[in-house]
């Protein structure tokens, strides 16, 4: 499908419905001596994956981790597939890592896509207030459940700017069985608004930065639980290519 995208200097997405396979969550690249991808997609895009490294000039051997936003399969299903090729950890939240260690098909959410999700190891288990050295790079961890009980975002400073990697607290849908919770959602979209950050990516918009991210939360904010999807008004976002 398409070619890697490149946001800021060793920060790609290399994954998602335009660049791997139409049901693949984004996939985030920091390339260098320390190769990590945050999320990493489906097994059905994990070979277009492998080209779009293979096009930044790296193989699934040189990942050395993980950081995954959550434990669903279009998300992070890839995982297994990763681990045959490389030594990659996983890190995901505590609240997460049972589900993927069990394949649980309900909370990786792998039954709406009628796939297995292959059960993988959770090598090491974030928390909340959690700090990442990775690639020259400060990753903070937040716990922001909602979507899921073990969604996580990431806060880093890349490019000279403030960058909260949000996955699908600013896109997931609601669905009880998969453990969505309107209240911890809430809490989570407050806790966010406390950040301070000045660009966003979600889990599934186009490979881009969104520009008025503060402005975003705050929408979603207002709207939970009665539009889930305020980010999708084009006219509000200012998209970077």
Partial sequence: MGKPVKLFDRFYVISGDKLSHPWDAS????????????????????????ENLEELGYRPGDIRRVLATHSHW??????????????????IH??????????DPVRTAAFLYDETFPAVK?????EHGDRLEV??????VHHTPGHTPGCVSFWLEVGGMKLLIAGDTLWGGYHPRIGSSLEDWE????????????????GHIPP???????????EARQQLG????????????????
């Fill in 94 to 103: 505590e609240a997460a890592a049972d589900a993927v260690e069990q394949g």
């Fill in 122 to 126: 959770a090598d090491v288990k974030l």
């Fill in 74 to 91: 279009d998300h992070l299903s890839a995982m297994a597939l990763l681990k045959e090729e490389s030594d990659a950890k996983l890190y």
């Fill in 27 to 50: 996939a985030y690249f920091i390339a260098g001596e320390d190769p990590t991808l945050i999320d990493c997609g489906s097994t059905k895009g994990y070979p277009a994956l492998k």
């Fill in 208 to 218: 881009t930065l969104v520009f008025d991210a503060k402005t975003k939360v705050e």
């Fill in 187 to 202: 809490r989570s979209l407050d806790h966010l608004l406390t950040l301070d950050f000045d660009v966003m990516t979600t």
């Fill in 226 to 241: 009665v539009y889930f999807n305020p980010w999708f008004k084009s006219f509000h976002l200012k998209f970077r290519y």
């Fill in 135 to 140: 690639g020259g790079y400060e990753i903070h």
